[in-house]
C-alpha cells in the first residue's frame, strides 16, 4: 500500500499538484516506517521523496531534516566509511603547488 501512495504522490508532485502530494508522501512515510521499520530501503526512500517534494515547494528548512534522516540510515553491507550508495570515501585533494 505505501508504494502506491507513494506512487500517487510522485504523480500528483509531477502534475503540479504539490499540496495533494504532501499528505500522500506522509502517509507512505508512516506506514513504510511503522511495517518495514525506520532504516529499511523503502523507508530511507519515503524520507528521500517527501523531502523532494518539500524541496519543490520551496520550504528548503522543512526538507533538511529528512534529507539528513535519509542519509543518516546506514546502507546494508556498507563497508566502514562508504556512503549509503556504495561509493568509496573521497580522500580531500591536496592543493597543486606552483
Known amino acids: 500500500m505505501a508504494q502506491t501512495l507513494n506512487n500517487l504522490a510522485v504523480l500528483r508532485q509531477v502534475q503540479g499538484e504539490h499540496a495533494a502530494a504532501r499528505p500522500l508522501h506522509e502517509r507512505a512515510l508512516a506506514i513504510n516506517e511503522k511495517v518495514l521499520g525506520p532504516e529499511h530501503p523503502d523507508t530511507v526512500t519515503s524520507l ?51
Open 48 to 98: 528521500n521523496n517527501l523531502a523532494l517534494l518539500l524541496q519543490a515547494q520551496g520550504d528548503l528548512a522543512a526538507a533538511r531534516p529528512f534529507y539528513e534522516r535519509a542519509l543518516a540510515i546506514p546502507r546494508e553491507g556498507a563497508r566502514p566509511g562508504a556512503s549509503r550508495y556504495g561509493d568509496e570515501p573521497q580522500q580531500p585533494r591536496r592543493a597543486a603547488s606552483s
